[in-house]
């Protein structure tokens, strides 16, 4: 059964940082693209940042402040949040695919349950 598990999530003040991990389980991720999606409240759910053979992407909104990578070794991808805003405030999902649109919600295949991040003004 493949499972995505995130952690890492909870409640910081403006300008703080925190740490997001995702681990998953069930099946060899090596070709997969792994990223992070986020949902806040009354909003669709948008694309944040993926990683892929050494290359990142990352949504205009988060560049320079958020950092994607993985450790194959341990079937893990992280998500370090730096310089966070009260708009960051969402639900974090991990998730892995391999369409080619990086940013469509529907290039994904599995999907962790998410970890809520709070920024407080």
């Known amino acids: 059964q493949v499972q995505l598990v995130e952690s890492g999530g909870g409640t910081v003040q403006s300008g703080g940082s925190l740490r997001l991990s995702c681990v998953a389980s069930g099946r060899t991720f090596v070709g997969y693209r792994m990223g992070w999606f986020r949902q806040a409240p009354g909003k669709e759910r948008e694309f944040v940042a993926a990683i892929a053979s050494g290359n990142s992407f990352y949504r205009d909104s988060v560049k320079g402040r958020f950092t994607v990578s993985r450790d194959n070794a341990k079937n893990t991808v992280y998500l370090q949040m730096n310089s966070l805003k009260p708009e960051d405030t969402a639900v974090y999902y991990c998730?892995?695919?391999?369409?080619?649109?990086?940013?469509?919600?529907?290039?994904?295949?599995?999907w962790g349950q998410g970890t809520q991040v709070t920024v407080s003004s």
């Open positions: 998730t892995a695919g391999r369409n080619p649109i990086v940013p469509a919600r529907t290039s994904y295949e599995y």
